[in-house]
């Protein structure tokens, strides 16, 4: 069954720099997903993830997927302290109406 | 607009009592999930669906049922409430591999 790790779950970053947020699965995963939840509120979608070297950008935040690595990365560049938020990536196959979803990675940018 | 509407954002019931938590989506989209979210543990999926009147089990069925009559709601079902389900539950919807739309949560206490 597929499981779906992030890291780091906990991030506290300086605004202005540059970070990275991990998502590994399991098993085969031909879409991934990422998720933002501010505190207090539901999931925002963000990107969607549909093919092997798949790079979506928008504002600071760009994701990709490598689903030979069974990895998809979210990058932040320059952040700023309105990113602040729980981010979630989830994934799974074409074939499941399902996707599963990390654990989540609680991002705090320090003004 | 996407909308998927929860019926309460807040709700207190007792231990025993038989809990009914709805969910509406006006996009004509297929398929529909309920979660629960819970400090530390990410999204949990308790039931999905993915057409009218039919229904999968998620990761987490027990003690929860469901119910999809028509095509734009879904009802969870707390058969008989037990303290260990107060949590935050989500629902949401999605068509195809789009991403899933979420609600606003009901945040859910059993004294």
């Known amino acids: 069954e597929l499981k779906v790790e992030q890291n780091p779950l906990f991030l506290s970053m300086q605004e202005g720099k540059n970070y990275t947020i991990y998502c590994n699965y399991s098993?085969?995963?031909?879409?991934l997903y990422w998720y933002r939840q501010d505190p207090g509120k539901s999931l925002e979608s963000l990107f969607v993830?549909?093919?092997?070297?798949a790079v979506k950008q928008e504002g600071r935040l760009m994701a990709s997927l490598d689903t030979k690595a069974r990895l998809s990365t979210l990058h932040i560049t320059a952040a700023v302290h309105d990113l602040s938020a729980t981010y979630f990536c989830a994934g799974g196959p074409l074939r499941d109406d399902k996707i599963i979803f990390g654990k989540g990675t609680r991002l705090h940018i320090l003004p | 607009d996407v909308k998927v509407t929860q019926s309460s954002r807040y709700l207190v019931k007792r231990t025993g009592e038989k809990v009914f938590l709805e969910c509406v989506q006006d996009?004509?989209?297929?398929?529909m999930f309920w979660y629960r979210q819970d400090p530390g543990l990410g999204l949990r999926l308790i039931y999905f669906s993915y057409d009218v009147k039919m229904k999968e089990k998620g990761d987490i069925p027990e003690g929860y049922s469901v119910s999809r009559e028509k095509k734009e709601r879904f009802s969870l079902i707390l058969e008989s409430a037990s303290t260990n389900q107060t949590s935050m539950y989500l629902c949401?919807?999605?068509?195809?591999?789009?991403?899933?739309?979420f609600g606003d949560g009901t945040r859910l206490s059993i004294l």
């Open positions: 996009m004509d989209h297929e398929n």
């Open positions: 993830l549909l093919s092997n070297g």
């Open positions: 949401a919807s999605s068509a195809g591999w789009g991403p899933q739309h």
């Open positions: 098993t085969t995963s031909d879409r």
